[in-house]
Protein backbone atom coordinates (compact mmCIF):
# COMPACT_ATOMS: atom_id res chain seq x y z
CA UNK A 1 0.00 0.00 0.00
CA UNK A 2 2.78 1.90 0.88
CA UNK A 3 4.51 1.90 -2.55
CA UNK A 4 0.89 2.39 -4.26
CA UNK A 5 0.58 6.03 -2.28
CA UNK A 6 4.04 7.00 -2.99
CA UNK A 7 3.77 6.20 -7.07
CA UNK A 8 0.70 8.75 -6.52
CA UNK A 9 2.35 11.21 -4.75
CA UNK A 10 5.19 11.87 -7.52
CA UNK A 11 2.77 13.35 -9.26
CA UNK A 12 1.92 15.88 -6.68
CA UNK A 13 4.45 18.57 -7.59
CA UNK A 14 5.22 19.81 -4.20
CA UNK A 15 6.27 16.06 -3.66
CA UNK A 16 8.91 16.28 -6.31
CA UNK A 17 11.79 15.18 -4.89
CA UNK A 18 14.06 17.42 -7.91
CA UNK A 19 12.58 20.21 -6.28
CA UNK A 20 15.23 22.87 -4.87
CA UNK A 21 15.16 25.10 -1.67
CA UNK A 22 16.10 28.59 -1.52
CA UNK A 23 19.78 27.73 -1.34
CA UNK A 24 19.83 25.83 -4.73
CA UNK A 25 19.92 22.45 -2.30
CA UNK A 26 17.89 19.21 -3.09
CA UNK A 27 14.80 19.28 -0.54
CA UNK A 28 13.47 16.66 1.26
CA UNK A 29 13.08 13.22 -0.27
CA UNK A 30 9.48 12.10 -0.81
CA UNK A 31 10.21 8.92 1.87
CA UNK A 32 10.60 11.90 4.43
CA UNK A 33 7.60 13.58 3.71
CA UNK A 34 5.30 10.66 3.64
CA UNK A 35 6.88 9.17 6.97
CA UNK A 36 6.78 12.52 8.68
CA UNK A 37 2.90 12.88 7.31
CA UNK A 38 2.16 9.19 8.41
CA UNK A 39 3.79 9.46 11.89
CA UNK A 40 1.94 12.66 12.76
CA UNK A 41 -1.55 11.30 11.31
CA UNK A 42 -1.10 7.85 12.38
CA UNK A 43 0.87 8.65 15.67
CA UNK A 44 -0.51 11.89 16.25
CA UNK A 45 3.44 13.07 16.84
CA UNK A 46 3.82 16.71 16.78
CA UNK A 47 5.18 18.70 13.17
CA UNK A 48 8.23 19.58 15.81
CA UNK A 49 8.53 16.21 16.78
CA UNK A 50 9.21 14.93 13.68
CA UNK A 51 12.39 16.31 13.79
CA UNK A 52 13.90 13.86 15.81
CA UNK A 53 13.25 11.25 13.16
CA UNK A 54 13.30 12.34 9.77
CA UNK A 55 15.64 15.90 9.91
CA UNK A 56 12.82 17.88 8.12
CA UNK A 57 11.40 21.21 9.64
CA UNK A 58 8.09 21.73 11.34
CA UNK A 59 7.07 23.58 8.41
CA UNK A 60 7.63 21.41 5.69
CA UNK A 61 6.16 18.37 7.86
CA UNK A 62 2.86 20.38 8.61
CA UNK A 63 2.81 21.25 4.89
CA UNK A 64 3.69 17.56 4.13
CA UNK A 65 0.28 16.18 6.31
CA UNK A 66 -1.93 18.80 4.25
CA UNK A 67 -0.29 17.56 0.64
CA UNK A 68 -0.72 14.23 1.50
CA UNK A 69 -3.55 13.87 2.64
CA UNK A 70 -5.26 16.47 -0.01
CA UNK A 71 -3.12 13.70 -2.69
CA UNK A 72 -4.64 10.72 -0.63
CA UNK A 73 -8.07 11.95 -1.01
CA UNK A 74 -7.67 13.13 -4.89
CA UNK A 75 -6.11 9.83 -6.21
CA UNK A 76 -7.85 7.10 -3.74
CA UNK A 77 -11.42 8.81 -3.60
CA UNK A 78 -13.59 7.34 -6.42
CA UNK A 79 -11.95 3.41 -5.30
CA UNK A 80 -11.62 3.68 -1.27
CA UNK A 81 -13.28 6.57 0.14
CA UNK A 82 -16.85 6.32 -0.63
CA UNK A 83 -20.28 4.50 0.19
CA UNK A 84 -20.59 0.72 -1.43
CA UNK A 85 -22.69 0.46 -4.44
CA UNK A 86 -25.88 -1.74 -4.30
CA UNK A 87 -24.20 -4.44 -6.85
CA UNK A 88 -20.90 -4.51 -4.17
CA UNK A 89 -23.29 -4.94 -0.96
CA UNK A 90 -25.04 -7.43 -2.65
CA UNK A 91 -22.11 -9.23 -3.83
CA UNK A 92 -20.49 -9.07 0.08
CA UNK A 93 -24.19 -10.15 1.51
CA UNK A 94 -24.02 -13.14 -1.41
CA UNK A 95 -20.22 -14.11 0.20
CA UNK A 96 -21.04 -13.92 4.12
CA UNK A 97 -24.30 -16.04 3.12
CA UNK A 98 -22.12 -18.84 2.07
CA UNK A 99 -20.38 -18.73 5.09
CA UNK A 100 -23.00 -19.11 7.44
CA UNK A 101 -23.74 -15.12 7.62
CA UNK A 102 -26.95 -14.07 6.20
CA UNK A 103 -27.11 -10.48 5.26
CA UNK A 104 -23.89 -9.71 6.70
CA UNK A 105 -22.16 -6.38 4.66
CA UNK A 106 -18.87 -6.65 6.62
CA UNK A 107 -17.18 -7.42 9.84
CA UNK A 108 -17.32 -4.87 12.86
CA UNK A 109 -14.19 -4.23 14.97
CA UNK A 110 -13.80 -2.05 17.86
CA UNK A 111 -10.27 -0.85 18.90
CA UNK A 112 -9.09 1.47 21.63
CA UNK A 113 -5.85 3.48 21.73
CA UNK A 114 -3.98 5.16 24.23
CA UNK A 115 -4.00 8.70 23.34
CA UNK A 116 -0.37 9.90 24.49
CA UNK A 117 -0.97 13.40 22.89
CA UNK A 118 -4.58 14.33 24.41
CA UNK A 119 -4.54 18.19 25.21
CA UNK A 120 -3.97 18.72 29.02
CA UNK A 121 -7.24 19.83 29.82
CA UNK A 122 -9.18 16.71 28.22
CA UNK A 123 -7.55 13.39 30.02
CA UNK A 124 -10.33 13.21 31.85
CA UNK A 125 -12.98 13.61 29.31
CA UNK A 126 -11.13 10.18 27.63
CA UNK A 127 -10.47 8.23 30.09
CA UNK A 128 -10.37 4.38 29.52
CA UNK A 129 -10.37 1.09 31.34
CA UNK A 130 -6.47 2.06 31.99
CA UNK A 131 -6.96 4.98 33.52
CA UNK A 132 -5.28 6.74 30.75
CA UNK A 133 -6.24 8.78 27.62
CA UNK A 134 -8.48 6.62 25.15
CA UNK A 135 -10.02 6.71 21.69
CA UNK A 136 -12.20 4.28 20.81
CA UNK A 137 -12.39 3.65 17.19
CA UNK A 138 -15.38 1.46 15.42
CA UNK A 139 -14.99 0.22 11.56
CA UNK A 140 -16.60 -2.05 9.67
CA UNK A 141 -14.34 -3.44 6.89
CA UNK A 142 -15.12 -6.30 4.12
CA UNK A 143 -12.80 -8.95 3.17
CA UNK A 144 -11.04 -6.73 0.72
CA UNK A 145 -10.33 -4.03 3.40
CA UNK A 146 -12.40 -1.99 2.34
CA UNK A 147 -13.71 0.35 5.05
CA UNK A 148 -17.67 1.08 4.51
CA UNK A 149 -17.49 2.93 8.22
CA UNK A 150 -15.11 4.39 10.19
CA UNK A 151 -16.10 6.17 13.20
CA UNK A 152 -14.07 7.93 16.49
CA UNK A 153 -16.76 8.26 19.18
CA UNK A 154 -17.01 11.41 21.12
CA UNK A 155 -16.10 11.19 25.02
CA UNK A 156 -18.78 10.06 27.08
CA UNK A 157 -21.12 8.52 24.37
CA UNK A 158 -20.65 4.79 25.92
CA UNK A 159 -19.10 4.12 22.65
CA UNK A 160 -19.32 -0.12 23.53
CA UNK A 161 -23.22 0.19 23.79
CA UNK A 162 -23.72 2.84 20.84
CA UNK A 163 -21.64 0.35 18.51
CA UNK A 164 -23.97 -2.57 19.82
CA UNK A 165 -27.37 -0.44 19.01
Known amino acids: MYERIRVELVKE ?30 DGVSSRAVWNYVKIGSSTATESV ?25 SIA ?10 CVG ?13 V ?10 KKPTLRME ?5 YLYCWHLSFGVPGSKNNLYILY
Request: glycine letters at 6%; aromatic letters at 12%; hydrophobic letters at 30%.
Open 13 to 42: SYIDETRRDATRCQSCYIDQKMCAALMQLV
Open 107 to 119: CLDCAAWEWDACP
Open 139 to 143: AVCDD
Open 66 to 90: KQFSRAVVHHFKYKYLRDPSAEELQ
Open 94 to 103: NEYERLGFPG
Open 121 to 130: GWPGNYKGAS
